[in-house]
């Protein structure tokens, strides 16, 4: 009778996995319930049952608590990444510690739990807790037929995965259950693992995917992809969706590709996630108390709707680049009207495949530029784009570099007014007042082109044009005469050099000079913790190009004195990362900024784990919620006044 239990029990766990794994079923319902009440009639005649027996799923009675368990290794959480800078700032820091790969899967939104195996056998299943302790779930888990109860590997091994509940399963459910329906998918999933009772987790349809090898006590897996095909192999189920990249560009498509897709997958999914494949390099990299330094979590925190592009035009950066803009229908996101959303580059307009007239997913967030993620229908009459061969503006050969196109005229009036819009801007040189639309004209009809031809204004450069009266002219000439005496830090941005934003140019500004910063080498550059291969050579060429050495020869020759920020030690905000979020009705957020820097404190553009307080004003937004969910402290405006005096 066992040999005859065993046949079933092998006959039974493999028709499972076809069913449940696989989703391709071999045989209908009534031959594995025909096989099933076999083996529940010889399990009772003998009183045997198998480890790996299916019948163990059904649950058994409620436990009064859950135990505590400690894991074999610690399940880390992951940092997380909301901007594309933070995402670039992880993977710099991973190019430094060897020659990466990287993996890029859907991120989950469910209850992380983890199982252990020994001796091929299925032995509990646990949260993640605190990372290093989890509550025992093994009585809820056992009743989820979407794992494996044997494997072949014979070690000692914890895998990791998501428990989840479909969204088709949550409606079901919900349409079975009118009076007390389930709130979200995630809630659902958590409140069936962590129920006390076995048979409430077997009635809300749950199911488990893998992702990670934790812990393996013989011949460990050496990358992430090795980890996935080890789970695949043994029978454990998987998502499909997985991509091994080789630089920033492939990341960036690669989460584009999920941030489209998961609009149409059963699953609830808030991200995707990042990880370095080698398991050396990942070791090189290390971990903080809180997160491993070798992955992180992109999260998708925008508001996004449908829309359609209704034409698409070119516009010219300040490095050249050509830009496509789409002019889409209105639609209302994030508590403002969209009317036009950008396309990256032509190799992204391409691979996105949008078409004129075509239904695209539009993507914006309360401070970054409306962006199509992708195509969702094309219609009769869907226009493709045509990929211009000269410049839209000055007509100058345009060069193709990967994805990108560039007009290669230096000279090219929309990419001269971009230079010198940045030069002038808040972060830069502040010069205020000094708009985008004043230096077109300046730029048409003074022939303002370069940084140093601002500071050779003079009252009279303004007559006849419109709009520009004494007390205007005026306080633009001070502006400019007042943005001479500058941080280094903002001089080294406002320059423009490629890749140099704000957080590496206050890195470059430790040196104390321009003239140090020029004298660089390639190992002491990409040595700074933001810099990396491509920016480094960025700075450079810059530095070597002719041009931009006499630019510079004229800019400190009209006045311009670059200074080192006098590093505050003392004050309320001492030592603190400091973000400011929503409005302040006593004062403008460049204002405050100042009176943090003032007191000591470095102001941020977005929350990551390193920041020790929130400022939240009225009508915060993602950040507070970041805040909140990352655990740093926050205050409000009367608290913040309090610490200024």
């Not at 971009?418 to 639309?437: F, I, P, R, W």
């Not at 903002?490 to 206050?506: E, K, T």
């Not at 670059?562 to 409005?583: C, E, I, N, Q, Y």
């Not at 929130?614 to 205050?635: P, Q, T």
Request: contains cysteine; charged residues 30%; glycine residues 8%.
């Amino acid at each position: 009778m066992q040999e005859r239990m065993r046949e079933l029990v092998k006959i039974l766990n493999r028709w499972a996995y076809e069913y449940y794994v696989l989703d391709d079923p071999s045989v209908p319902d009534r031959e594995y319930d025909r096989l099933y009440d076999e083996l529940c009639a010889l399990e009772r005649e003998t009183g045997v049952v198998l480890p790996d027996s299916p019948t163990r799923r059904v649950g058994g009675e409620p436990v009064k608590a859950f135990e505590r368990h400690r894991h074999i290794a610690r399940l880390f959480s992951l940092d997380k990444a909301v901007t594309t800078d933070e995402l670039s700032a992880f993977f710099t820091r991973a190019e430094k510690a060897g020659e990466a790969t990287f993996t890029v899967e859907y991120k989950y939104d469910g209850l992380t739990v983890c199982l252990t195996y020994d001796k091929g056998k299925f032995v509990r299943a646990t949260t993640r807790g605190n990372g290093t302790e989890g509550e025992d779930v093994t009585a809820q888990v056992l009743t989820i037929p979407s794992f494996p109860l044997s494997i072949s590997y014979q070690g000692t091994l914890e895998v990791r995965g998501e428990a989840v509940i479909r969204l088709s399963v949550l409606e079901k459910y919900n349409a079975a259950h009118p009076d007390e329906p389930l709130k979200n998918a995630r809630n659902a999933a958590a409140g069936a693992i962590r129920n006390l009772d076995p048979s409430v987790t077997r009635s809300r349809g749950a199911e488990i995917l893998f992702y990670d090898v934790n812990y393996m006590s013989d011949s460990p897996v050496k990358t992430q992809c090795e980890a996935m095909e080890f789970l695949r192999r043994e029978g454990f189920k998987i998502y499909p969706h997985f991509r091994i990249c080789t630089n920033f560009d492939e990341i960036l498509q690669a989460i584009e590709e999920i941030e489209v897709g998961r609009r149409n997958i059963d699953v609830l999914t808030d991200g995707a996630v990042v990880k370095v494949n080698e398991e050396e390099i990942r070791s090189a990299m290390g971990a903080t108390d809180k997160f491993p330094r070798w992955a992180i979590a992109y999260k998708f925190e925008a508001e996004e709707a449908e829309s359609t592009v209704e034409r698409v035009f070119w516009q010219v950066g300040r490095t050249g680049k050509l830009t496509p803009l789409a002019e889409i229908a209105p639609v209302e996101l994030a508590g403002a009207t969209v009317r036009r959303a950008t396309l990256n580059n032509y190799g992204d307009l391409t691979r996105k495949d949008v078409k004129v007239h075509s239904r695209v997913l539009v993507r914006r967030s309360n401070e970054v530029i409306p962006e199509i993620l992708g195509a969702v229908e094309h219609v009769e009459g869907s226009i493709p784009v045509e990929k211009p061969a000269l410049c839209p503006f000055c007509g100058s050969a345009v060069k193709e570099v990967g994805a990108n196109l560039f007009c290669t005229n230096p000279a090219c009036p929309p990419r001269v007014v971009q230079k010198l819009t940045h030069y002038c801007s808040k972060n830069a040189a502040d010069v205020e007042g000094m708009s985008e639309a004043t230096l077109t004209l300046l730029e048409r009809e003074r022939g303002v082109r370069r940084f140093s031809d601002l500071y050779a204004l003079r009252a009279e450069d303004f007559d006849g044009l419109e709009g520009f009266k004494e007390k205007k002219v005026g306080n633009l000439l001070s502006a400019i005469e007042g943005s001479k005496h500058i941080p280094l830090d903002r001089f080294l941005y406002a320059i423009g050099i490629d890749g140099i934003g704000r957080v590496a140019a206050r890195d470059l500004a430790e040196y104390g000079s321009v003239e140090k910063v020029a004298s660089l080498t390639y190992d002491e550059l990409v040595a700074l913790e933001n810099v990396g291969d491509v920016t480094a050579n960025s700075i450079l060429s810059y530095f070597a190009d002719e041009e931009n050495r006499e630019e510079l020869s004229r800019l400190f020759a009209a006045g311009v004195e670059p200074f080192v920020r006098a590093r505050v030690t003392t004050g309320a905000f001492a030592g603190k990362k400091v973000v400011l979020t929503g409005t302040l009705s006593s004062m403008a957020r460049p204002e405050a900024q100042k009176r943090i820097e003032a007191l000591g404190g470095t102001c941020q553009s977005a929350v990551t784990s390193a920041t020790d307080l929130v400022i939240a004003g009225e009508k915060a937004g993602s950040k507070l919620d970041k805040a909140k969910k990352l655990g740093i402290a926050v205050i409000g405006e009367e608290e913040f006044l309090a610490m200024l005096s």
